[in-house]
């Protein structure tokens, strides 16, 4: 067995984060009394982009993203409001949200945890991340749960993935394969570590320009993961 060891990112790769999000924020606007919210759906997702933007490149810490981005979502508004306490009632919101799986998610990881030893690895806050999974059914699946939270880096960065290594037994790069939807941060994190990536394209995007990232592999669903971490015999 070529891979031994797989590294999923969680948001959008085994969870669907949009439906999630969605639901949280409509249910945070509208307990401060936003019964209409498509205008702050559009200012935020601008404000959280830029946010989080900066976080990855270093020019933000992960506290200030967190606690600043409804302040200043509201702030376009003409409102001020504070930034913490929305916050922390938006990443209750997601934890209680339903926590759609896509497709193949539960199928796959269930079935590969018999042969291989699964973790996840995500840029998120630790407490709302295991919620999360838990609540999702897969939680029992994975060893064990890396994020940048906890870690005190993020992807792609050198030292998320540093930390992973070291922090898991008998790690062994070439025996370890990460998959994400991420270009710029799972792939690009897995290729300045020296390990395999597989990249879900649910879009069937074009990779194209200055800015594509090589992965080793590129699938469009979870589903064609099984035959990449086959035994040889079992392969198609």
Same mark, same amino acid.
């Given at each position: 067995?070529?891979?031994?060891?797989?590294?999923?990112?969680?948001?959008?790769?085994? &969870? /669907?984060?949009?439906? $999630?999000?969605?639901? %949280?924020? @409509?249910? #945070?606007?509208?307990?401060?009394?936003?019964?209409?919210?498509?205008?702050?759906?559009?200012?935020?997702?601008?404000?959280?982009?830029?946010?989080?933007?900066?976080?990855?490149?270093?020019?933000?810490? &992960? /506290?200030?993203?967190? $606690?600043?981005?409804? %302040?200043? @979502?509201? #702030?376009?508004?003409?409102?001020?409001?504070?930034?913490?306490?929305?916050?922390?009632?938006?990443?209750?919101?997601?934890?209680?949200?339903?926590?759609?799986?896509?497709?193949?998610?539960?199928?796959?990881?269930?079935?590969?945890?018999?042969?291989?030893?699964?973790?996840?690895?995500?840029?998120?806050?630790?407490?709302?991340?295991?919620?999360?999974?838990?609540?999702?059914?897969?939680?029992?699946?994975?060893?064990?749960?890396?994020?940048?939270?906890?870690?005190?880096?993020?992807?792609?960065?050198?030292?998320?993935?540093?930390?992973?290594?070291?922090?898991?037994?008998?790690?062994?790069?070439?025996?370890?394969?990460?998959?994400?939807?991420?270009?710029?941060?799972?792939?690009?994190?897995?290729?300045?570590?020296?390990?395999?990536?597989?990249?879900?394209?649910?879009?069937?995007?074009?990779?194209?320009?200055?800015?594509?990232?090589?992965?080793?592999?590129?699938?469009?669903?979870?589903?064609?993961?099984?035959?990449?971490?086959?035994?040889?015999?079992?392969?198609?």
């Amino acid at each position: 067995m070529r891979y031994k060891i797989l590294l999923f990112d969680l948001d959008d790769t085994l &969870l /669907d984060f949009g439906a $999630n999000e969605t639901e %949280s924020l @409509t249910r #945070l606007f509208r307990q401060y009394g936003y019964a209409s919210p498509d205008e702050l759906f559009r200012h935020y997702h601008i404000v959280n982009k830029q946010l989080w933007a900066e976080y990855e490149n270093g020019t933000k810490t &992960l /506290d200030v993203v967190l $606690n600043s981005r409804f %302040s200043e @979502t509201m #702030l376009r508004l003409g409102h001020v409001v504070d930034g913490s306490e929305w916050e922390n009632l938006y990443r209750e919101l997601l934890g209680e949200g339903e926590q759609i799986h896509m497709e193949g998610a539960l199928d796959v990881c269930r079935r590969l945890s018999a042969t291989h030893r699964l973790f996840v690895v995500t840029n998120g806050i630790t407490r709302t991340q295991i919620k999360r999974l838990k609540q999702s059914g897969l939680y029992e699946f994975f060893e064990d749960i890396f994020d940048s939270q906890s870690i005190g880096a993020q992807k792609p960065s050198p030292a998320f993935f540093d930390h992973v290594m070291q922090h898991i037994p008998n790690f062994n790069r070439h025996e370890a394969l990460i998959i994400g939807d991420s270009l710029s941060t799972d792939i690009k994190g897995g290729l300045q570590a020296g390990i395999d990536t597989c990249w879900i394209d649910r879009k069937r995007s074009p990779q194209s320009g200055p800015q594509a990232v090589p992965s080793t592999y590129t699938i469009s669903g979870l589903a064609e993961l099984l035959a990449i971490c086959a035994e040889p015999s079992e392969a198609p």
